[in-house]
DNA sequence: CGTGCAGTTGAGCAAATTCAACGCTTGTGG
DNA sequence: CCACAAGCGTTGAATTTGCTCAACTGCACG
């Protein structure tokens, strides 16, 4: 069910304000969500990586665009098909009504988030991307600085800067800028509360 | 269907981590909904007035507490009989899903407030007041500064500068702390975008 | 007529941004 | 293969923004 489609990184996988005709599951890679206001500056609302699911909406136009932080496999399914299914059948209704529920409790925490300092943001982040790593204390971060700023509200420079103090605390090591290693989680976990 | 409940200014309704056993509407009066972190902050999540249907979870517990801003009159029911209720009727299902979908809304706005400037942010704020108002220039708040600060991530001394600094522009008047009246709301806009 | 609370205002400070320079890696053309 | 431009990330200095701490005002309530 479904089509599978490649994405190559930077591409759009959909505008703001575009009919939703689609809801996507990522098989692969990861996809921003984020809106761009008119003096330019661009709000991330959300990562998406493997086995998450985007796109949903209950109106009928995307109210954020999406892109592919990187190379990306997307399943496609249609939403009115969806939307047929969900009609007969209880079980499915409640699968979409839940999604939106995830998605709500993603922008309450992304909430939460913004109204904390530089370092509890970046603590947060940290976190949050171990979690969804392999090793649960090594991250290969798939976006690049300007996609943190962008996503947790601050510069490049400030990200950049916070990432380095960590990294003379002894909180993280940076072998390489895409990579980091969580060496005390404790004090990560203590600042983002 | 369900049960009128007067709640006197700042008593609470529920709690965070409370079982959510009703779904709530407002009558009248306002709702706020908050929480607050290990060191004392507190982030509002959002304002209810009249019309308005908050502490509808997908899961069984709430995630936010909720208070009465000013003196209420609200309608509590079960959320046992609405689930009851969407299991048969597809109807009040989607109506259910449409509720987590404004609330979706809600979040994503917040989100987008919380990354700009203190001046953007109490532009949108009193745009949104305004709204919701009788008179569409003239808004009587019903929360105090510290609940304006709290819902925009500021403190209560950067809420009163700034207002008094759009006073002093003749953006707004401010004939009392609670009485505003806008005098110039394209500013307000072109300042929240 | 005080007392207390909410709101305002001011001064100094801390945090994050802006502007600018620099280093490192990568890819391209000579 | 090397030189060099381009992009990304880091670092530094100056500036701006919002916060902290403190004093003060006005109003409501006893």
Redesign the pocket.
Known sequence: MGTVIPFAHGSEIYGANEAAENVYAVLGGVVRTYKVLEDGRRQIGSFYSTDDIFGLEIGDAHDFSAEAVNDCKILAVKRSSLLALASSNNEIARQLWSLTAAELQRARTHMMLLMK???ERLAMFLLEMAKHSIAHAEIDLPM???DIADYL????????????QFSREAIIE?PT??HIFLRNSAVLSRLSE
């Open positions: 300092s530089a370092q690049s600085r300007q509200g601050l510069t490049i420079e400030t990200v950049s800067r916070t990432l380095t940076l800028s895409r």
